[in-house]
T-cell receptor, first 112, second 112 residues
Framework: DAGVIQSPRHEVTEMGQEVTLRCKPISGHDYLFWYRQTMMRGLELLIYFNNNVPIDDSGMPEDRFSAKMPNASFSTLKIQPSEPRDSAVYFC??????????FGSGTQLSVL | DAKTTQPNSMESNEEEPVHLPCNHSTISGTDYIHWYRQLPSQGPEYVIHGLTSNVNNRMASLAIAEDRKSSTLILHRATLRDAAVYYCILRDVRGGSEKLVFGKGMKLTVNP
């Protein structure tokens, strides 16, 4: 398996633009997590899904952020409109049942 | 959420053992202790986890205090590749929630 695949690796956009981050979890994994990492706040959990259903979105900063998982092999994290303070590395991770988390390589987002 | 406390950073020498401490004085009876590490420019990766008994795997050993209020990750022979940020995390399973909350972690520097 290729592991958790995220795209794009880098995204540079201007304030106010819509940003969509993509994630393909490892096949057969029941759980999918979105994390955000900054120097100031470290690694924060934004939302997680179980069997494609959002279970806990309490970490989503505000209504500008939304996440979907239309099927077991794909998830998106959307920011609309984007702001400079959204600049961070966004990680997707997946997990089988109660097993260990597998992280993707992350998307480095810069909002100018 | 039960929290963990780690030193901000540690240094070690190559090929010597390293003991990475973690305090979790508010741990509950069903909290698992997880360790992940993050190499530069990569997503975190699983290292080891345990509940009460000490655990060993090919990467490291986990020593858990009898009262479970602290634990130590042991790297038996540090290599340059072990230089990373190490996260000690308690797995929060309450009311159906299954999420890993990462803190700031501890940066390990390995000197050649």
């Amino acid at each position: 398996d290729a592991g958790v695949i995220q795209s794009p690796r880098h995204e540079v956009t201007e304030m106010g633009q819509e940003v969509t981050l993509r994630c393909k979890p490892i096949s057969g994994h029941d759980y999918l997590f979105w994390y955000r990492q900054t120097m100031m706040r470290g690694l924060e959990l934004l939302i997680y899904f179980n069997n494609n259903v959002p279970i806990d979105d309490s970490g989503m900063p505000e209504d500008r952020f939304s996440a979907k998982m239309p099927n077991a092999s794909f998830s998106t994290l959307k920011i609309q409109p984007s702001e400079p303070r959204d600049s961070a590395v966004y990680f997707c991770a997946s997990r089988p049942g109660t097993g260990k988390l597998f992280f993707g390589s992350g998307t480095q987002l810069s909002v100018l | 959420d039960a929290k963990t406390t780690q030193p901000n950073s540690m240094e070690s020498n190559e090929e010597e053992p390293v003991h990475l401490p973690c305090n979790h004085s508010t741990i509950s009876g069903t909290d698992y202790i997880h360790w992940y590490r993050q190499l530069p420019s990569q997503g975190p990766e699983y290292v080891i986890h345990g509940l009460t008994s000490n655990v060993n795997n090919r990467m490291a050993s986990l020593a858990i205090a009898e009262d479970r209020k602290s634990s130590t990750l042991i790297l038996h022979r540090a290599t340059l590749r072990d230089a990373a940020v190490y996260y000690c995390i308690l797995r929060d399973v309450r009311g159906g929630s299954e999420k890993l909350v990462f803190g700031k972690g501890m940066k390990l520097t390995v000197n050649p």
